[in-house]
C-alpha cells in the first residue's frame, strides 16, 4: 500500500505504525517534505522490511507522489495498490477489508464511501457535494459514491495508463479524476464505507488543501473533463441502459 506524503504534522509516525500493523508492506513517498520527516521515516524503515520509504527531492504534488509510487510498485510485481493519507484521518482498521474486495473483483476499484462524524467541516462537506454532483454527471451516475476520499484500491495498470496521458492529475485533482477516468474507461466502482476524521490544530491535523487555489483546480479539472464526457456522451448512454 502506498502513503503519499508532504509534511505531514505530528501523526505521520503513528499513522505509518497503525499501516503496517495492518498490512505488509507499506511505500511511503515523501513528497519534497522540508519538516524532517524524510529522517524520521528512513530510521523507522531501518528496523522494519516491510516499511520502504521513496523520497521525491522537490515537491511535485500528491498525484506526482502516487504515480512514483505506481510505477515503483508495477516494477516490483504488484497490480493493485492501497492509497491512504499520511496525516492519520484515513482508517488503517479497514486495510484488509478494502484489500480482500479489491481481491475479489480484481478488475474493479475500491473507494472508500466517507462516514463523517462531527468533526468534518462544513465548508469541505458542501465542496464534497458539488465535486460529487460533478462527477456524477460526467460519469452519467456510474455508481461513485464519494470523488475526494484518497482511502481507494486501484488496480494499477489502467490507473497508469490514465496517468501518462495528461499532465493534469499530479496534484489534489488526482483523486477525483482518478475514478471519472478509470470509469469511463469501463473500471467499475464498489464502494465501502470507511470512517474519516478530521483533528484540530490542536491534535495535530494539518491540512494543504487550499480553499481557493485548489478549488479552482477542481473547477478547472471538471471543466477539462467535460469535453471528454460528452466525447463519450454515446458510449456511456450505451453503458447505461446496458445496464
Ligand atoms: N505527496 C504529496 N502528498 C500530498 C501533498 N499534499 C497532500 N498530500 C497527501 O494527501 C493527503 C491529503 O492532503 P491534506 O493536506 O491532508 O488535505 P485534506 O485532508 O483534504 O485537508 C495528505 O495526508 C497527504 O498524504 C503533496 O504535495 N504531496
Ligand atoms: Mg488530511
Known sequence: MLI???NPGPRLAETVRTARAHWDPVWVVVDGSTDGSAALLETLALEDPGLRVLIRPENGGKGAALLDGLTAARAAGYTHA?????DGQHPAECIEGFMSASAAAPGAMILGAPLFDASAPRIRLRGRR?????????TLWAGIA????GFRVYPIAPLLEVMQQTRWMRRFDFD????????WRGVPARNLPAPCRYFTAAEGGVSHFHYWRDNVLLTWMYTRLFGGFLVRLPLLVARRIAR
Open 130 to 138: 458539488i465535486a460529487n454532483a460533478w462527477t456524477n454527471l460526467e
Open 82 to 86: 492501497l492509497t491512504m493519507d499520511s
Open 146 to 149: 464519494d470523488t475526494l476520499f
Open 4 to 6: 503519499p506524503s508532504y
Open 176 to 183: 477525483a479524476e482518478a475514478v471519472v477516468r478509470l470509469s
